[in-house]
Each structure stands twice: as structure tokens, then as C-alpha cells.
């Protein structure tokens, strides 16, 4: 009865370690689940936006076609810095998975960087369009280029901000699991930028200067 009464409580407790552990697993689990669930929902945004572009992408009313204003160079050095920072940030994930705390932010703050000037450049750009007289005004083409341009824009520039939030966090609390698991989501979410971007680039700029 004795031993009994020694074993039962030490039992217990693991048998609350446990349950607590089958939360905590549960619990991240459902938090990718809802996350990949956010993605397709957003992927179905953007598959609107290609939809409405290619529909309007040769109504120029008279104003300036793909040719005309698209800079490629440019577009192609934007091109360059998103899909490096999707790179820069796979290390980020190495580095997590291997507990390197400084590899981790290093590489998050690069990622960022890299962001930045990613979203610099497309404010040039836009900049230059609007000074030219290419304004979303001017042509049904304009308006769905400018949407769809600027709709990727707007969530790099989320990206960039929720990076900035895990930074802080990551000097908090460090590499804890409830930070892996964000860092995991924000991977899914910049990566699936960069796919975006490449039908962007593809559908949008390459194939309107090549008309």
C-alpha cells in the first residue's frame, strides 16, 4: 500500500505532463491548419485580381500600353530581391530548427532587408507611372495593374511588419515553441508572396512588354 501511495502521485502528474503535451501539439496543429486555410483564401483573392487583369490588361483607352511604361530591368532587380529574401529566410528556418537563436534573427533581419528594398523599388516605380500621367485613372488596364501591383505590395509590406514583430519576440522568449511555430506561418506567407510574384512578373510585365 505504501509503494502504491509513492507511485500514485508521481503517475499522476505525468499523466498531466501528458495531456498538457497532447494540447500544446493539438493546438499547433489546428494553428497551421487555419493558417493554410487563410492562404487559399487569400490565394483566391489574387487568383480574382490575375482574372480581372487579364480581361482589362489590353483596354488602354487611348493611354500608354505594357510596352510603353514597363521597365524590365527594373522589375527584374525587384524580382531578384523578393526571391532572394525567400532564400534568406529558408536559412532563418535552419537556423531555427538547429537552435541557433542569432542565426535565426540574422537572417529574419536580412529577410527584412531585402523586403524593404523590394518594396522601395515598387514605390519608385509607382511613383514614376503617376508623374508620367500613368495613373490608375487614365485606363481600365491602369486600374487592374495598379490593384493587382498593389495588393502584392501591401502584404510585403505586412510581411515586413509581422518579421519585425517576431524579432522582438525572438529577443523575449527566444526560439520558444509558440515562436517556432509563428515563424513557421510567417514562412508559408512569404513564400507564398514570392510564387504570387512570379506570376506578377510573368503574366503581368514580361508577357505585356512582349505583345
Known amino acids: 500500500m505504501a509503494a502504491d501511495a509513492l507511485t500514485e502521485p508521481h503517475a499522476t502528474e505525468l499523466s498531466f505532463y501528458d495531456i498538457e503535451d497532447t494540447h500544446h501539439h493539438e493546438s499547433g496543429g489546428s494553428t497551421l491548419l487555419g493558417f493554410w486555410i487563410y492562404l487559399m ?21 487611348g493611354g500608354p500600353s ?46 527584412g532587408l531585402l523586403g524593404i528594398g523590394f518594396v522601395a523599388i515598387e514605390l519608385y516605380e509607382f511613383a514614376n507611372l503617376i508623374h508620367e500621367g500613368a495613373t490608375p485613372q487614365a485606363s481600365a488596364f491602369l ?51 514570392d510564387v504570387v510574384w512570379i506570376g506578377v512578373f510573368t503574366f503581368v510585365y514580361l508577357l505585356g512588354v512582349l505583345r
Open 143 to 193: 486600374s487592374a495593374f495598379f490593384t493587382l501591383v498593389a495588393t502584392h505590395g501591401l502584404h510585403v509590406i505586412f510581411g515586413i511588419i509581422w518579421l519585425g514583430v517576431m524579432l522582438v519576440q525572438l529577443g523575449q522568449r527566444g526560439l520558444h515553441p509558440e515562436n517556432r511555430r509563428r515563424l513557421m506561418c510567417l514562412s508559408m506567407f512569404w513564400h507564398f508572396l
Open 41 to 61: 483564401s487569400d490565394a483566391l483573392i489574387f487568383a480574382t485580381l490575375f482574372a480581372t487583369y487579364g480581361v482589362l490588361s489590353s483596354a488602354y483607352a
Open 66 to 111: 505594357p510596352r510603353e511604361i514597363f521597365e524590365l530591368p527594373l522589375v527584374a532587380v525587384n524580382t531578384a530581391l523578393l526571391l532572394t529574401s525567400s532564400i534568406t529566410y529558408g536559412f532563418a528556418m535552419i537556423a531555427m530548427q538547429e537552435g541557433k537563436l542569432r542565426g535565426t534573427q540574422l537572417w529574419l533581419v536580412i529577410t
